[in-house]
C-alpha cells in the first residue's frame, strides 16, 4: 500500500468518513458540469427532493455539443439546443457559477478550468467526464465520475470511491527534438497496456516529466485513462505556480502567499512508498502514431504496425479486431498511410501551445487539395489568444478552417463527424471503433504537430523533417 | 427488448437469469453506446441504441439481436469491459436492455462504478472460466442463480464460485449501492470538512468559490 505519496495525503486530506461497505467517503473540491452528463443528475435531485449542498464549488460550461461552425441560437439541432438550454436552467435554478458561449470563458471543460485558475494544487476535482484527469497535471487529484456521482457531489459535495493503489511512471532523459508530450504518453500507454492503471492513480514524475510545460502535463496526465488509470497526477512546481498566478480564480495578495505555502509542502516524500513503480527512457521516444481501435495500438513513425505474433497473447484478438476495422495489413509501414480528416482540437490538445507548434508546421505551407482539415481551439480564451498572435490566419492560409470552441470531432457530438470509413490524423484521445462519427470512420491519434504535417503531405508523415 | 422498464431498488441478494455471451476485450463505452444517442436530458430512451453501430455491422447476428437472447439478463465478458468514456448512458442502456448483473473477466474502473452506482453487480472470473462459460452458453442456453451473499452461481449442471469486491458486495446488500443516502448522513462531517480545507480559506475572498 502507498505510503506518503501526494496522492496519500490529498486523499487523506478530503477522506470525511470510511463507509460502512468499506470504500471511503471523499469530499470534493472542485465539481465541473457540463450539458452531457449532468441532466440527469439533476433530475434525480428533483425527484430526491434534495438541493445543490455547495454551489459554489459547482462551475459549469458547455462543451461537448456545441457547433463550432455556427454558434448562434438557437442552435440548429433541436436536441443539442434543448441540452443547453437544460444546462442554463439547471445552473440558473441552483446558483451555479456558468461560463456560456460568449462570456470569454467558455470551452472545453479540461481547458476552462485550469486557465481559469479553477484548478489548483491539492485539491480533489470531480466532473462527469473520463478525462477530468487532466487537472492532476497541477498536483490535484481529479478524475472521471458517472451521472449518478454528479448527483452525489451535488447533494453531498462528496463520493463514495475505493482508495486507489499509486503507481509512479517515472521518466528518464528529455524528450528529443520533434517529439511531445503526446508521444510521450502514447508510448507510455503503448508499453503498459490499456487496462494496465486499472485501479491505480498515476504519478508522473522525473526529468522529462519536469522539463514539461505546464499545457504538456496536462496532455500527459489527460491521457492517464486510456492507459486504465482513472487519475494521473505530477507533483506540483515553481512552473504549476507560475501558471496559476493572476488568473481570475487565482487566490490574490496575502492569500497567493498563504496558497504558496501550502502548495509548496504538496508533494511525494522522497521516501514515499508506491505500489510499483515503472521507468521509461523519454529519449528514445519516436514521434508515435495509433494504427489500431485502442490507444495503446500504437508504433513509432518509422515502424512497422506490429505483426500478430509479436504481440503479447493478451493483446492478440484485438489486434486482429484491428487490422479487420483499420483496413492495414500486419507489417505494414505507419508512415505514408493516406489521410482523408485531420483534426487539432480537443481536451487533449487544443491549447493554445498545441496551435503554437502546428502552426509553425504550417507557416507558408499548403493542406493537401484531397484533405479536410479543420482546427478547433479549446476554448474563447485560446481562441482569442490564437487570433492575437496570428495563429488563425496562418491555419486559414494553410487551407484549414478555423472553427469556434468545442470538443467537436473528438467524440462527433455535433456535426463535425467523419464519413464513411474516412481516415482521420486526430491530435484527440480516443480511436474507438465509430469515435469520430462514422459507424466505420477510422482514426489515427497523434501529436498537433504530426497532425500538421500529415495535412500538408496527405499521409501519415514524420513532423520532424518539417521543423528544424 | 423487454417491455416496460423497472428500475432495481434497495436490497440486491440474488440474481437470476439467462446468460448472454459477448466476445471482445477492450469493449469501449462509445461501442456499448455511440456518442450520438447521448444527446437526451434522460436515459428513458437508451435501451434499444446498446451496441447500436456494432449491431448495424453485424445486420442482426450480434448477441444482441439474437432471438434467443432476447429474454438474457445476465451479460458475460471478457476483458477490460467498458474502457473510456465515463459516460453513465452505457451501463443505463444496458440495464435498460435488460442486463442485471455482468461477469467478466475484468472491467474498467469508471464504468464499475458506474454499474454499481445504478444497480447493476459485476463480477469477475479468470480468463479461462470466462472462456468456457462463453463456449458452453454458445451451444446451449445457461441460466444461472447468482448468490451475491456466497458470490457464488449455479446451474443445472454447474456450480462455481464468482468474485467482487467485498465493499460493492456489501453495498449490494445492504442496499446502500444508492450512495445518495448513505452520503447524506455525515452532512456534519462534510460542513466540517470544507470549512477545514486550507484552499477554502486561502479562496474565501476571491473569484473560485465565488457564490451567485
Known sequence: MSQDTLFDKVWDLHKVSSLPGGSDQIFIGLHLIHEVTSPQAFGALKEKNLKVKFPQNTVATVDHIVPTDNQSRPFKDNLAEQMIETLEKNCLENKIRFFNIGSGNQGIVHVVAPELGLTQPGMTIACGDSHTSTHGAFGSIAFGIGTSQVRDVLATQTIAMNKLKVRQIWCENKLSHGVFAKDLVLHIINALGVKAGVGFAYEFAGPAINALSMEERMTICNMSIEGGARCGYINPDEKTFDYIKNKLCAPKNENWDKALLWWESLKSDENSIYDDVIKFDASKVEPTVTWGITPGQSVGINQQIPLIEELPPNDQFVAEEAYKYMGFKPGQLIKNTPIDVCFIGSCTNGRISDLRIAAKVLKDKKVSKQIKAFAVPGSEKVANKAKQEGLDKIFKDSGFEWREPGCSMCLAMNSDKLIGNQVSASSSNRNFKGRQGSPSGRTLLMSPAMVAAAAINGKVSDVREFIN | MKSEFIPPIGKISQISGKCISLIGNDIDTDRIIPARFLKCVNFDSLGKSVFEDDRKTL????????????????????????????????????????????????????????????????????????????????????????????????????????????????????????????????????????????????????????TI
Not at chain 2, 447476428?61 to 459516460?87: A, M, T, W, Y
Open chain 2, 59 to 210: 445486420k442482426g447476428s450480434h448477441p444482441f439481436d439474437l432471438k434467443e437472447n432476447q429474454d438474457s439478463s445476465i451479460l458475460i465478458v471478457n476483458s477490460n469491459f467498458g474502457c473510456g468514456s465515463s459516460r453513465e448512458h452505457a451501463p443505463q442502456a444496458l440495464i435498460r436492455w435488460g442486463i442485471r448483473a455482468i461477469i467478466g473477466e475484468s472491467f474498467a474502473e469508471i464504468f464499475y462504478g458506474n454499474c454499481i452506482a445504478i444497480g447493476i453487480p459485476c463480477f469477475t472470473l479468470p480468463k479461462k472460466s470466462i472462456l468456457n462459460i462463453q463456449k458452453y452458453s454458445k451451444s446451449k442456453n445457461l441460466f444461472l442463480e447468482i448468490d451475491l451473499k456466497n458470490s457464488s452461481a449455479k446451474s443445472e449442471h454447474l456450480n462455481f464460485n464468482l468474485e467482487i469486491k467485498e465493499s460493492s458486495k456489501n453495498m449490494f446488500l445492504s442496499g446502500e449501492w444508492d450512495a445518495t443516502s448513505t452520503l447524506l448522513q455525515n452532512s456534519n462531517l462534510i460542513e466540517q470538512k470544507i470549512n477545514d480545507l486550507p484552499y477554502t480559506k486561502f479562496n474565501k475572498s476571491n473569484k473560485l468559490f465565488e
